[in-house]
Every structure is written in C-alpha cells, then in structure tokens.
C-alpha cells in the first residue's frame, strides 16, 4: 500500500495518464463499469479521460497570440462539450 500511494505522489498528472499501469487498471475498471452498469463510474471516467484529452490537444503551442486564442478557444469549446454531455446524463436522461 506505501508503494501504491508513493507512486502517486510522485507522478504528474500528464506521468500518470502515460503510465501503462494506470492505462490497464482504468481499462478494467471500465471493463468492470461496462459490465456492472455503473453510470456514475463511467461519467467520471469520460470526465478524466476527455479533459486531460483536452488540456493535452490545446495545451501545447507556441507563444504567438493567435495560437495562444486558437487554444484557449479549444479549450473553452471543449470544456462545454464535457459538460454538457456530463448535464445530458447526470440530470436530462433518466435511467
């Protein structure tokens, strides 16, 4: 357990999503959310998953102002994306 939690103290956010130790266990966990109908596990994994999709697709540039605008409009364009799905599950659709 010392080691579990030492290894996520130390990384980065961007470190752990590469990490093929988290890949696998985020891949069974959906698995498992799949299997069970877990709505709410799902959700929060599309949450994870598309925002660090996000910070990684409109993070990076040059620092020329108009890719510093492009960016930030990716990133504000993407954010509503997200939650507006996260909305349409959470609060539209029922079960």
């Known amino acids: ?5 030492e290894f996520l103290t130390s990384k980065s ?20 959310a799949v299997l069970f109908r877990w709505k709410y596990v ?8 598309a925002t660090i999709i996000v910070l990684r697709y409109a993070g990076g540039g040059v620092s020329d102002d108009t890719i510093i605008d492009r960016n930030m ?6 954010t509503l994306v ?3 799905v996260l909305i349409y ?4 659709r029922g079960d």
Not at 16 to 22: F, K, L, Y
Not at 42 to 49: D, E, I, S
Not at 89 to 92: E, T
């Open 1 to 5: 357990m010392e080691q579990v939690l």
């Open 13 to 32: 956010i961007a470190e752990m999503a590469a990490d093929p130790r988290v890949l696998f266990a985020t891949a069974v966990l959906f698995v498992l």
């Open 42 to 49: 799902l959700l929060f994994l599309f949450a994870v998953g």
């Open 73 to 78: 409009a990716l990133f504000i364009g993407g």
């Open 82 to 84: 997200i939650a507006v």
């Open 89 to 92: 599950f959470l609060l539209i």
